[in-house]
């Protein structure tokens, strides 16, 4: 059983930084692609940014040049680098990683294996 686990979210000022971390286990499928994605109240969940086995990367326009997403030499554990961060990045934040049957796509990648979240609050 895929499980996923995110830490590191928190309140913030606007230009502040944080890093979120997700731990994986269980896998029995390791997919092409990790990413993690965020879901604001009343707004869809969107990609924020993913990272392949390769190492190649993708990010929204909302967050390039300010948040990097990374992944240990294992490839168990994921982070997301955000720095600069503005009011309108709060949200819940959510890793995921691909599953054959999964039903969200993002920059070719079939994501279906989600984590719990952890909230991003960003306020002066």
């Known amino acids: 059983q895929v499980r996923l686990v995110e830490s590191g979210g928190g309140s913030v000022q606007p230009g502040g930084s944080l890093r979120l971390s997700c731990v994986a286990s269980?896998?029995?499928?390791?997919?092409?692609?990790r990413g993690w994605f965020r879901q604001a109240p009343g707004k869809e969940r969107e990609a924020v940014a993913v990272?392949?086995?390769?190492?190649?990367?993708t990010y929204s326009d909302s967050v390039k040049g300010r948040f990097t997403i990374s992944q240990d030499n294992a490839q168990s554990t994921l982070y997301l680098r955000m720095n600069s961060l503005k009011f309108e990045d709060t949200a819940m934040y959510y890793c995921?990683?691909?599953?054959?049957?999964?039903?969200?796509?993002?920059?070719?990648?079939?994501?279906?294996?989600w984590g719990q979240g952890t909230q991003v609050t960003v306020s002066s």
């Open positions: 990272i392949d086995s390769y190492g190649r990367t």
């Open positions: 995921a990683t691909e599953s054959q049957d999964g039903t969200m796509w993002a920059w070719g990648c079939r994501f279906g294996y």
């Open positions: 269980g896998y029995t499928y390791i997919g092409h692609c």
